[in-house]
DNA sequence: TTGTATGCGTTATCAG
DNA sequence: CTGATAACGCATACAA
């Protein structure tokens, strides 16, 4: 046995090696159908499997079965560390299912986009997780997605048309909110991230809840908006905020990119954190546990979205009409070093 | 016209509708044979596919041209920093020709390494970048592999059986090495990688010959052996060069997440970075310049690593008996915070 | 329980 | 220059 098999070995090697027909091979290698088959061909078949090496060749059963087993995943930026472990849940969720993911960068290019989709459809993905929706999202109802299962991870729109997996932004933001307010501040301010994003729009919210609902006003003098999630825009709103001569005690950064843009910013002011100023960021990014001073920051479950989103997608490809749903996470305070009481004045 | 098109149409619908056979209209698809076709014709075709939104069945065309447009990647782990910026390189290199990057995360198990390169023959993959090869590794010469084209990336063997793409390690360590000598340290320890990568051994040959070159010893006192490259390695490695009480004025650190373990063990020994020991890391992970002390590292071209492995990969699918080439990118020092000149005992 | 026949959507070969 | 035909490898309805 054992010769060397120079060729990938088809159904046909398998079936002839087994003494049966390639239909019969077929049966007896899948296992919904095996139980059509007698105990010993079987047997015979796997073995002859086993010898040959045999695969199944990928691109002949996709044909065949009109499924690719192949899920498409959209995201803006995989050197973005928000991602990979969004990435990883997903690929670690679907691996076992026997599906694969083909990974996609698009950048902020909402064209780049509708090519990447595209290029996915003609790959005939069952599916698509997507990470790059804004709250207005149009390419979403666009012809070529049209009955494509779809869930939105991270990031959601404004109508709930798809199923979407996301973490609780308000709450994030509101639980920030509270722990700055039990140090003692009341003039915190907001570096709000873009208003397109459901992150930044719902982080703003929370925000805005979390100081009313103790009572405590946030004027807009205390409100910036940064275009992007840059470190290079947090340096510019924290900026900002210095320069309006509002007064404040702490900054609250819509995400951890934007926090550390704020803490160059209040450091080449002359300002140190957290004594003059304390700063939370949002994220949890690698290594913001060790920089000075190591940042309080909001964590999200990112590994676990991006496994649930999974989950959600596979739901709705083996159960088409299944139901829309918006899975919310729930995001974790955790307290560094760069939140403090505020200095009395 | 553009009745709704509920299914995808198929290259007979787009025939039909040019009032062409469905062989012609392939003909006049396809770049390659669309010369064979009468310009009037080519241009019905074109448009009559236009018109139904005609995209190729990637599985037919694939089964039928035996090419599946697709690579393989295999990685250690995407959520570690190392390794994103590469895939980028990689991606953004195959898209414009037309393929697509399979992605898989297998850890440290090398049978998980077998699983994954299975899955992927399964689906046809053309070829495989491999970033996580030792300089030890039979894998890549079981029956499998046999033919596929292959390209190391990051970590090479020993053999140079495969094209590679490779940081110069030898060359950052001696540079690291050169820089804490000009600064007047002497007395250098270094924490080694795992030998058997080849980033470990080649970074560890790179001190020692940057240290035997400069008429300094580098005794064995002063070196010690990571198992991994984490943080709590690094840990390990720094408290036991404190505990050897061989004195020392520098540590280099086969990667920046060991010099992570380092300054914190230097730390909690009561030492200062660098004021007591300078430090130097490797790889230039993201926030490294935002720590304390903003660290000194090696800076990689990983990116470039990763399109170069592409290019490689691509050559050597379209050419499959092309020559075996290593490529060796410079690595670069970055100068920061974490190294001064020793002080004067 | 197994074999036969057919087709998934393309492209390549061979006539015309 | 174009049409007919076959084949890529597999899974399934149908027949035996």
């Not at 002859?48 to 090496?53: E, G, I, K, Q, T």
């Not at 065949?64 to 803006?76: A, D």
């Not at 060790?290 to 596979?314: K, V």
Request: glycine share 6%.
């Amino acid at each position: 046995m054992a010769e060397e098999p120079s060729e990938r070995a088809t159904l046909w090697a398998v079936a002839r090696r087994a003494g049966v027909h390639a239909a019969t091979a077929s049966r007896a290698l899948n296992e919904a159908t095996r139980p059509l088959v007698a105990p010993d061909t079987i047997a015979r078949v796997l073995r002859a499997a086993r010898d040959l090496n045999y695969h199944p060749n990928h691109a002949a059963r996709s044909l065949r079965t009109q499924r690719s087993m192949t899920i498409g995943v959209v995201i803006p930026d995989i050197t973005n560390s928000l991602f990979p472990p969004i990435v990883r849940g997903i690929e670690d969720f679907l691996a076992p299912a026997g599906y694969v993911a083909l990974v996609a960068n698009t950048g902020r290019d909402v064209d780049r986009e509708r090519v990447v989709m595209r290029e996915m459809l003609a790959r005939s993905v069952e599916g698509i997780v997507l990470a790059t929706a804004r709250r207005d999202y149009p390419l979403l109802e666009e012809p070529p997605l049209r009955g494509l299962p779809v869930v939105l991870v991270n990031r959601v729109t404004d109508d709930a048309l798809f199923s979407s997996v996301s973490t609780d932004d308000r709450l994030g933001a509101r639980l920030a909110v509270a722990h700055l307010l039990d140090l003692g501040h009341r003039r915190i301010a907001h570096i709000a991230g873009p208003d397109s994003l459901s992150t930044g729009f719902g982080r703003k919210s929370g925000y805005l809840e979390g100081m009313r609902s103790a009572g405590v006003s946030a004027p807009a003098s205390l409100l910036v908006a940064a275009d992007s999630y840059a470190e290079e825009e947090g340096y510019r709103c924290a900026s900002e905020l210095l320069g309006r001569r509002s007064p404040f005690t702490a900054i609250l950064a819509a995400n951890d990119m934007l926090a550390l843009g704020a803490l160059r910013a209040l450091d080449e002011h002359g300002f140190r954190c957290p004594e003059d100023y304390s700063l939370v960021g949002f994220n949890d990014m690698p290594l913001v546990d060790r920089i000075t001073p190591p940042l309080t920051t909001i964590r999200l479950p990112q590994y676990e979205a991006g496994s649930e989103a999974a989950r959600l997608l596979l739901d709705r490809i083996r159960q088409r009409d299944g139901p829309v749903s918006a899975v919310l996470l729930a995001p974790k305070l955790v307290v560094r070093r760069s939140t403090c009481p505020p200095t009395p004045v």
